[in-house]
């Protein structure tokens, strides 16, 4: 592998003008593709096997041209103080504005409050329900413009106006200002880690150009394949941070070559053969996390997780040609390690060298292994106390901040019809193989009116076949609550009674029971996916690092780092605390994706780190230093370009805690802090001091399984047997070498 790379990174050092061209043309193809392509909407969801998404279905076929899953937007009044909507002047407000929400393309029903019985028993708030032929996600903008002007026209009419429901939630589009943020403090750190400003360049001018070739293609294709914005935001996150650290750790190690007398194309082939192989297989891990949200059975999941993978592979390619393609353009703009300025060489040998802040904390580190790992363990250990409260749900407006026209108009309906009106649940009652579908129906809703916490249970409405029912229940607590979820399971076990008594299929669906099911599908996915993912990812590590008990450990570190995010979590966004710095003005269950979308991410984030600090130590250790030197010696050339990467990556993640969506900022939030015990708690403080503690036994590895694994030679042995008469230059070659070219 080494060897492979080094030959490849001086290819592209002396081809720089047709790789760059090869770069820049893609990018244009990828764009031109994006301009001509047709607009796509919101991607489609559907949760397949989930007793929610079957009743769905049923419906479809059995009420045709009902749109069961169809987006539902409803526009809550409120009258003046001492006035009553049953006013005729409130009443006549209403009726305009029902008229005029009738009229867009998608609409497929109106309800009006005076009709329908839709006034609070005190007549003070009434709402209107307004039905789509398409789900929420699939909305056109026209439609939602059009349902914001209708309700911005009764308040200038004198009525509070708010608007709940689906229809509005795909309105907002956080996170651009977070990755402005993010770029910011990356390229400060760049700069600073580099040394100047031509080298910070660098790792951003290829991120971005990774992914602009990336996110342009997922827009490309975003008809054809059914991709969702939230399919590129992934993308854009994801391969935004791997594209500034992969690049950032080939132009680090590129001067690390230099500092050692090397010429400049030899320093580029060495640094892509060391550096680069443990990108290839950093790299590798973060496709294997996100490929494998495909186990999870979320058609959603599956393409993001796939559309991320994708972006990964190109940051890899970029990393590993365009970067040793722009290091020949930059010449020497990019210095040696350790040479501050022009005219300043690198320090000279026989001067006394001062430790870095890298070299005195592993010396500290080895020296104290055990009680540096206990501080550690037992640290994040009391950080992942609150992960065993975890409640998990999907946020309803009711999570939203209180500014947005979405929680206005939940607490609306709250206070005038009850918390549960938010969540009603609808009851389809299949009777086509009963005898007697009215009996069927009439028992499925005298027995739902004998649970706990039920309000309403409206009479069965039948389609025209007279086969099939639809029972809507209002349950007595808000939407995301336990109780809810408890009486989605009683008439679940009532459903299966009444089943065997009358052969009428009982199912359970809404946007409130659908919610229900997706977090427990989740569940569900989580140990299978963490299985698949950690197991190949350990298979992957045993041949890069030659041994069982360091990928043992780097497993193991990961698992208490996601814990202690997730503890970190739970205690800000579920029970409140720093809430008010963070900007948390709802606290409530966590979303139910937060688990596995941190397992998926921050694993292979996690393993980045891993083998950038890992494999040098191991590429000391075969070189002939002793398990304790290998370690220090890792840290004097790894540790502040890893720290560096990590604060980069929490910039980026970072930024997006300044959202309004909770959802975006609790997703910010989460992978910021996991990032930062990773990196610095794990494997700055507990990886140095369990191989401390191993020793020799750290890269034991059984002599049968080391004849049986292929040698990728991530640690560039089979560069020492170059002649030594290509590995120096001197200046004037260098310069002969860039006119040249």
Same mark, same amino acid.
């Given at each position: 592998m080494a060897t492979f790379l080094y030959k490849l990174g001086r290819f592209a050092f002396r081809r720089r003008h047709f790789v760059a061209l090869f770069w820049v043309a893609l990018l244009t193809l990828a764009g031109a593709g994006a301009a001509s392509a047709p607009a796509a909407g919101s991607t489609s969801f559907s949760i397949p096997g989930t007793e929610a998404q079957k009743a769905f279905d049923l419906l479809e076929q059995r009420f045709p041209g009902a749109s069961a899953d169809g987006a539902t937007g409803r526009v809550v009044f409120k009258a003046p103080a001492g006035e009553k909507m049953t006013d005729a002047g409130n009443k006549a407000i209403v009726? !305009?504005?029902? !008229?005029?929400?009738?009229?867009?393309?998608?609409?497929?029903?109106? &309800?009006?409050?005076?009709?329908?019985? &839709?006034?609070?028993?005190?007549?003070?708030?009434?709402?209107?329900?307004?039905? =789509?032929?398409?789900?929420?996600?699939?909305?056109?903008?026209?439609?939602?413009?059009?349902? !914001?002007?209708?309700?911005q026209d009764a308040r200038d009419a004198g009525l509070t106006v708010e608007i709940g429901g689906d229809a509005l939630q795909a309105g907002a589009e956080p996170g651009a200002a977070g990755e402005v943020v993010g770029l910011a403090i990356a390229a400060v750190v760049l700069v600073v880690t580099l040394g100047s400003l031509v080298a910070a360049g660098l790792p951003l001018l290829t991120a971005i150009i990774g992914v602009g070739i990336g996110v342009s293609t997922i827009t490309a294709l975003a008809n054809a394949l059914d991709l969702g914005d939230t399919t590129s935001t992934l993308a854009l996150m994801i391969g935004l941070a791997v594209g500034i650290d992969y690049a950032l750790f080939i132009v680090s190690r590129y001067r690390g070559e230099l500092a050692e007398g090397r010429s400049r194309e030899e320093a580029v082939g060495r640094a892509t053969g060391t550096a680069g192989s443990a990108v290839v297989f950093a790299g590798l891990t973060v496709v294997i996390a996100l490929a494998g949200l495909a186990v999870v059975n979320v058609p959603m999941l599956t393409k993001m997780g796939l559309a991320a993978a994708g972006t990964v592979v190109v940051a890899v390619l970029i990393a590993l040609t365009m970067i040793p393609a722009m290091l020949g353009y930059a010449g020497r703009k990019v210095r040696p390690a350790g040479e501050k300025r022009r005219g300043k060489k690198t320090q000279k040998a026989d001067t006394p060298k001062k430790l870095g802040l890298g070299e005195r904390w592993a010396s500290f580190v080895v020296r104290r292994p055990a009680a540096v790992l206990l501080l550690g363990v037992v640290g994040l250990g009391a950080i992942a106390l609150p992960a065993t409260q975890l409640e998990l749900g999907l946020p309803d407006d009711g999570s939203q901040p209180t500014s947005t026209t979405q929680r206005r108009a939940y607490d609306l309906l709250s206070e005038g019809f009850g918390p549960g009106f938010n969540g009603p649940l609808m009851i389809v009652v299949d009777a086509k193989n009963s005898d007697d579908p009215k009996a069927a129906a009439t028992r499925v809703s005298d027995d739902i009116k004998d649970l706990k916490d039920v309000v309403t249970v409206t009479p069965a409405v039948f389609n025209k076949a007279g086969d099939t029912a639809t029972i809507t229940v209002i349950p007595g607590s808000k939407p995301s609550s336990v109780q809810t979820e408890d009486l989605v399971h009683a008439i679940r076990d009532k459903g299966a009674d009444i089943t065997s008594a009358t052969d009428a299929k009982v199912l359970v669906t809404g946007t409130t029971a659908m919610n229900i099911d997706f977090s427990q599908k989740l569940n569900d996915a989580l140990i299978p996916y963490l299985g698949l993912v950690v197991g190949l990812a350990f298979l992957l590590l045993i041949a890069v690092f030659r041994s069982i008990l360091v990928p043992l450990k780097a497993a193991l570190g990961f698992l208490l780092s996601v814990l202690a995010a997730l503890g970190a979590v739970v205690a800000v966004?579920?029970?409140?605390?720093?809430?008010?710095?963070?900007?948390?003005?709802?606290? /409530?269950?966590?979303?139910?994706?937060?688990?596995? @979308?941190?397992?998926?991410? %921050?694993?292979?984030?996690?393993?980045?780190?891993?083998?950038?600090?890992?494999?040098?130590?191991?590429?000391? =250790?075969?070189?002939?230093?002793?398990?304790?030197?290998?370690?220090?010696?890792?840290?004097?050339?790894?540790?502040?370009? %890893? /720290?560096?990467?990590?604060?980069?990556?929490?910039?980026?993640?970072?930024?997006?805690?300044?959202?309004?969506?909770?959802?975006? !900022?609790?997703i910010g939030f989460g992978l910021a802090i996991?990032? @930062?015990?990773?990196?610095?708690?794990?494997?700055? &403080?507990?990886?140095?001091? %369990?191989? &401390?503690?191993? /020793?020799?036994?750290?890269?034991?590895?059984?002599?049968?399984?080391?004849?049986?694994?292929?040698?990728?030679?991530v640690e560039g042995e089979g560069l020492k047997d170059l002649a030594d008469g290509d590995a120096k230059g001197t200046d004037a070659d260098e310069d002969r070498e860039l006119v040249r070219a």
């Open positions: 009726e !305009k504005t029902v !008229k005029e929400l009738s009229d867009g393309s998608e609409v497929t029903s109106v &309800a009006d409050p005076y009709k329908a019985n &839709a006034v609070s028993k005190n007549g003070t708030v009434a709402y209107a329900s307004v039905r =789509y032929d398409v789900s929420g996600m699939e909305l056109k903008d026209a439609s939602r413009d059009a349902l !914001k002007e209708a309700a966004f579920q029970w409140g605390w720093l809430g008010g710095l963070l900007g948390v003005e709802q606290t /409530g269950p966590i979303m139910s994706m937060m688990p596995i @979308f941190m397992v998926g991410v %921050v694993f292979g984030l996690a393993m980045d780190y891993e083998v950038f600090l890992v494999t040098r130590m191991r590429e000391a =250790y075969v070189h002939g230093e002793t398990p304790g030197q290998a370690v220090v010696t890792g840290f004097r050339h790894s540790a502040r370009v %890893v /720290g560096a990467a990590a604060v980069i990556m929490m910039a980026v993640f970072g930024g997006f805690i300044s959202s309004s969506e909770s959802m975006i !900022k609790m996991a990032v @930062f015990f990773d990196a610095f708690v794990v494997r700055m &403080a507990i990886v140095p001091a %369990v191989l &401390a503690l191993l /020793g020799r036994r750290a890269w034991w590895l059984p002599k049968w399984l080391d004849r049986a694994l292929p040698n990728v030679d």
